[in-house]
């Protein structure tokens, strides 16, 4: 059971809009910023948002990020079949003194 | 943005201990906290430690206290994960990382390639 509760899978087709949610605690989310990862299975995982809706050089704009209260969003517009892959938010808890991961959410292009 | 190189994964029996590694190039090694994280076959991926810069402060999962240590050699851009009196649930794809951010703000990158550990008798 994984501190931060996200969806086990989403869909959406091509062209469509889809959001991906990651719920936590005032210990962790409530205080502390979110990242999101994209992990193409047989891969590393690679960063995608970082400090809530900051995204790296590289990571189209169709992809965003947001945070309201204990809970988190990935937001991924104009979908392509390449975003097919497993979303993965993490944030530090302070109770746990360490980081935690969502659990998860396959995101698979119909 | 640097890369990280990983090394050391294999079968192992349950009780045994393994040593992984993780060489670092393109970035001030020496100037970040690094990480280890974890996955299980099929599974998600779980924070397993970290490290200070200097290597002076380290934190852990309650799953590996007592049983892993993370280390570090700054003269030799590598980062070190000993694992001993390993168990069956401690089968999985270990990744390394950089640290980024401060203040419990953090993110990761870039990533290891992994390298998996089995235990199994």
């Known amino acids: 059971q994984s501190v931060l509760t996200q969806p086990p899978s989403t869909s959406g087709t091509p062209g469509q809009r889809v959001t991906i949610s990651c719920s936590g605690r005032?210990?962790?989310?409530?205080?502390?910023?979110v990242s999101w990862y994209q992990q193409v299975p047989g891969t590393a995982p690679k960063v995608f948002i970082y400090?809530?809706?900051y995204r790296p050089s590289g990571v189209p704009d169709r992809f965003s990020g947001s945070k309201s209260g204990t809970s988190a969003s990935l937001v991924i517009s104009g979908l392509q079949a390449a975003d097919e892959a497993d979303y993965y938010c993490?944030?530090?808890?302070?109770?746990?003194?360490?980081?935690?991961f969502g659990g998860g959410t396959k995101l698979t292009v119909l | 943005e640097g890369q990280l190189v990983q090394s050391g994964g294999g079968l192992v029996q349950p009780g045994g201990s393994l040593r992984l590694s993780c060489a670092a190039s393109?970035?001030?090694?020496?100037?970040?906290?690094m990480v280890w994280v974890r996955q299980a076959p099929g599974k998600g991926l779980v924070w397993v430690s970290r490290?200070?810069?200097?290597?002076?402060?380290?934190n852990y999962a309650d799953f590996v206290k007592g049983r892993f240590t993370i280390s570090r050699d700054n003269a030799r851009n590598t980062l070190y994960l000993q694992m001993n009196s390993l168990r069956g649930d401690d089968t999985a794809m270990y990744y390394c990382?950089?640290?980024?951010?401060?203040?419990?703000?953090?993110?990761?990158?870039?990533w290891g390639q992994g390298t998996l550990v089995t235990v199994s008798s």
């Open positions: 990382s950089r640290e980024r951010g401060s203040n419990w703000n953090y993110w990761f990158d870039p």
């Open positions: 393109g970035f001030a090694f020496s100037s970040d906290w």
């Open positions: 490290i200070s810069d200097d290597g002076r402060r380290t």
């Open positions: 005032r210990s962790n989310i409530g205080r502390n910023a």
């Open positions: 400090n809530n809706y």
């Open positions: 993490a944030t530090w808890d302070d109770d746990l003194d360490g980081l935690v």
